[in-house]
C-alpha cells in the first residue's frame, strides 16, 4: 500500500524498538497511568484485528466485537466453575476464550463472508446487536447484571502491572503475526479480494475460506485479549464492556481509518491517536468529552479519509512533484 510508504524515510526497527521499550518500560516509568496504557494496547489489538478484514481485504465489519466479548465470557465462566488456583484458572479460560472465539468465526464466517459490500457490514452489525442481548438475557452468564471475575492475588497495584504487560504481548504478537501474514502468498490474496473480488476468484483463489480463516487469526487474538481485559477490569457486562459495539465495536473502525487502513503500520499509529486524544477529552473536557468524541468522530471520516500514512504519502508525492 502507498501508505506504508509514508513512514519509508524511518527504519522500521527503530520504531519496533521505541514501542518495545513503551511497553516494557511505561507502566514502571508512569505508574499513575498503567491502566490507561493497557488500554492502549487493546486498542491496538482491536486496530490491528479489523483491519485485516477492513482493511487488507475491503471486508468492512462491524461484528469483531462479538469475539472479544466471547473471549470475556468465556474465562470468566472457566474460572468461575473450575475451581482452578487463580493463575491456572486464567490461563484455561484465556486459551478456552481464543478456542471459542475462533469457533464461532467459523461457524459465522461460514454464513456471512459469502456477502459483499454493505450488506456484509449490516450482517455483522446485526450480530454484534444480538450477542449483547443474548448475553443480557442469559442467567448462566450473569444476565442483564453482568458477571464479576475472581480477584487477583497479588497486591493492591499488581494487576494493573500484569494486565498491562500480558495486553502489550497480544499486541506486540498481533502485530509481528500480521507484519509476517503480510509479506506472504497468503497477503497478497487478501489484496487481490480487496482489489477485485471476481477477479480472485476467476485466478482460481478459494475467496470464502480464505475470508474465513482470516476472520478466525482476528478473533484469535481478540479472544485473547478479551479474557485478559475481562480480567483487568474486574466484570462484564454485557452491553458496555463484552458487547459494547457504540464504543469498542465503532473505535476500532475508527482507528484503522484515522490511521490509514490496509497499511501495516495505520492502525498502530491510529490506536496511538485516538486513545491519547480520548483520554484528553476525559481529562479536559469532562461532561463534554462524547461531544468531542463525536466532532473527532466527524473530523476523520471528512479530512482523513485516506488516513494519517495516507495523508502523509501523498503530501511527500506531492513535495517530490514539484
Aim: a neutral charge; charged letters at 10%.
Amino acid at each position: 500500500m502507498s501508505g506504508d510508504k509514508g513512514l519509508q524515510h524511518i527504519k522500521d526497527w527503530h520504531v519496533l524498538v521505541a514501542l518495545a521499550l513503551l511497553g516494557l518500560a511505561g507502566p514502571l516509568v508512569l505508574p499513575s497511568l498503567i491502566t490507561q496504557i493497557a488500554f492502549l494496547w487493546l486498542m491496538v489489538t482491536f486496530a490491528v484485528t479489523w483491519d485485516m478484514l477492513g482493511g487488507r481485504m475491503g471486508y468492512n465489519s462491524f461484528g469483531n466485537i462479538v469475539f472479544f466479548g466471547i473471549g470475556c465470557y468465556a474465562a470468566a465462566v472457566i474460572q468461575r466453575d473450575a475451581g482452578l488456583p487463580y493463575f491456572e484458572g486464567l490461563a484455561l479460560g484465556t486459551a478456552a476464550g481464543a478456542v471459542v472465539a475462533v469457533a464461532a468465526a467459523a461457524l459465522f464466517g461460514a454464513a456471512l463472508l459469502g456477502i459483499r459490500g454493505h450488506y456484509f457490514a449490516i450482517g455483522t452489525l446485526g450480530l454484534s446487536v444480538a450477542a449483547a442481548e443474548i448475553a443480557a438475557g442469559w442467567d448462566y452468564v450473569g444476565a442483564g447484571s453482568g458477571l464479576a471475575l475472581p480477584l487477583y492475588p497479588g497486591a493492591l497495584g499488581e494487576r494493573e502491572l500484569f494486565f498491562a504487560y500480558a495486553l502489550f504481548g497480544v499486541a506486540a504478537c498481533c502485530f509481528l503475526f500480521c507484519r509476517w501474514l503480510y509479506a506472504t502468498r497468503f497477503g497478497l490474496a487478501l489484496n487481490a479480494i480487496r482489489d477485485d473480488h471476481d477477479k480472485a476468484d476467476a485466478m482460481g483463489l478459494r475467496t470464502t475460506p480464505i475470508k474465513i480463516f482470516t476472520w478466525c487469526i482476528s478473533a484469535f487474538f481478540l479472544g485473547i485479549s478479551g479474557a485478559l481485559a475481562a480480567n483487568m477490569i474486574g466484570f462484564i457486562d454485557p452491553r458496555d464492556v463484552a458487547f459494547a459495539g457504540a464504543t469498542f465495536g465503532v473505535w476500532m473502525v475508527l482507528m484503522a481509518i484515522l490511521g490509514g487502513k490496509g497499511t501495516l503500520w495505520g492502525p498502530v499509529l491510529g490506536a496511538f491517536v485516538f486513545h491519547v486524544t480520548q483520554e484528553l477529552f476525559w481529562t479536559w473536557l469532562l461532561g463534554w468529552q462524547r461531544v468531542a468524541l463525536g466532532l473527532l468522530i466527524v473530523v476523520i471520516v471528512v479530512f482523513f479519509p485516506q488516513g494519517i500514512m495516507g495523508w502523509i504519502a501523498e503530501r511527500r508525492a506531492r513535495r517530490e512533484a514539484a
